[in-house]
């Protein structure tokens, strides 16, 4: 599975997208958890060292478009993107 | 729908600089008073109290380039404190852009010797006969003869009266030779910060006032030091981290990747929401260039979080660098459709040496090159060709902006609500701008509770006041009911005015948990007047009715609230948000829910 980086988590992991060894579908933990280990630097600024969750401001959008809804699962074709949005310069 | 607001009084005594001084620059007068605790209590500061000053001053319609129009000051009331960043102050004034009221803020170490001058609120009003400095000298005014400054930048102009006194802690505030001539969106700058939006420099530059000099060395006294101390380490400690690491690692610019990928980023005047050249433009792609670029870091004083970040070619001066700000380069870059990162930054530099709103300009070049494209100006205006992508042309339009240069150059410094009606022959659709005020770089389309925010943002389409983005970039494709809209569009705007008012930058605002009962324990140790979290949403809230008083009297009605005609009739070209527009039926029903909302407003106190 394929997800984009930007913002932080690209100039942290140092890459702009890693492959994770998951087959979907896949549930959010075990999303948060591959990310982690392919991309330790991600820890703890940009997934909480509990690995259970991504650090405000950053999230987690599919094709950059919508957000994962409650219980959903993640699957490749869904293009998943670690973003930063905060702005107001 | 009420026009006055409510009344607020004090329980206790405001411990900070309290001193209104009043200028005339007729009749080289002054006068100063002590505003009471009262006048604290119920405006706080900054944006709040600028807003109130405004509000007993300005009773019908005036001529914002006129004498009467005032130009207000407003401390912020950490400022010079150690609460981090928060040296910062208000500016606010009739637009000569919008005819509306007009709020800004600026930052660093002049916000901190306005108080240690003693003064709360500074209010200017009047024409000078020439061009003047007013000089505020410890407990000494002075008009002081501005002629040998005019033409210079306001960093020229600083460090030329920094040169004349022999004191390089003088702090000055000045405008820019477009603020000189006039131009409806000039901005005034002091130590390298710019209050851009609003054409608050062409006031100036009608008053002929090039600039505003301090001097002060006085105690700024906090009424509870210890607990403001460890407020501020608090503040301070998580300022340094992850929630502000974007700001001090990368920038605002990082934002245009991110945009992009979203399909949320306006491309050419807003004819699409996405540009193949975002890459060639983004700031990441000169901090990635292994040494082609010379980064260099800026931020205002007393603040850890040190957001700017400047690029120029290694091979340059670095004194050309130019601030890498996301507005900025989406104004000269996208917008214009020019992938040249070089010419995009030499334009956001120039901008900033004529002292223009990076915005507004890149907003109207981009209309100049859409009007061009449709043969209702003429491309060879600027001599090179005016076109959708030719990075060639930027300068030379810059130029002609600030210069009034007769033609296309005078036309478009009018703003581009203003020159379309001149051009007619249907550039209307062209112009993108509400209120007079043309927009920043988020595709509204794309996000209905941005759009609404914008349509009804007292100051025109500010991204800052009506800070409505964030919450539908978090999930654009979410589904919500109008009232949750409408909800989230006025806790947007009430939330930006007490950041405003207090003034914290709003940079830290991911490092508060409940922000508004710490910001209110912050304001109560700071000034000494008891404020909970229900206090700071009313004191929010009271603001916004008057900025929204002063406007009606100025001639604004609920019809203004709209939004460009573009985002109603062409949908998103292209990207994941292809096909999107904004139903006019749809604004309607959200506008109306809005209005709904706030005249029952009891509810949000």
Redesign the interface.
Known sequence: MKVELYGMARALAGVAHVTLPLDDPVALNDFLRALAEAAPALVPDVIAPSLDALVEPNLLLLDGRRALRAGETIRCEDNPCVLFLASGG | MRTEPRPHTAAGTYAGPRELLQVNLSTRTWLRASLTDEVFADALGGVGLAVRLIDERVRGPIDPLGAENPIVFAAGPFASTPVPAANKHALATISPLTGLLNEGLSSSHFSAVLRRCGLAALVITGVADEWTTLAIDGDQIRFEDASPLVGLSAREAAKSLRAAYGDRSLRVCAIGAAGERGVRFASVENDGRQAGRGGTGAVFGAKRLKAVALRGKGEVSIADPRATAALSAALRERALG??T???R??G?G??L??LQ???QLPTRNFTAAQFEGAENVTP?RARESNGTYLELRAGCAGCPVQ?EHLYVRKERDRRAAAAS???SVWAFGPNCGVDDLDAVLDAIARCDELGLDTISTGSAIAFAMECAQHDLVPRSAFGAELRFGNAAVLLPAIDAIAERRAGLGDLLADGVRAAARRIGRGAERFAMHCKGLELPGYEPRALPTYALGLATCTRGAC??RA?T??RD??????ERDDAARALDAIAAEDRAIAWDSLVLC??V??CFDDFETEAAALWSAVSGLPLDAGGLRAAAQRTWERKRAINARLGWSLDDDTLPERLFAEPVAGG??AGRRVDPEYLRALRAEYESLRASSAAFV
């Open positions: 992850p929630k690491a974007k700001y690692v990368l605002t990082a934002n990747r991110v990928r979203m399909g990441e957001c700000e996301y507005e991204h800052n800070a983005y964030d970039l978090r999930d654009p494709s979410a709003k940079f605002r991911d994941p948000h």
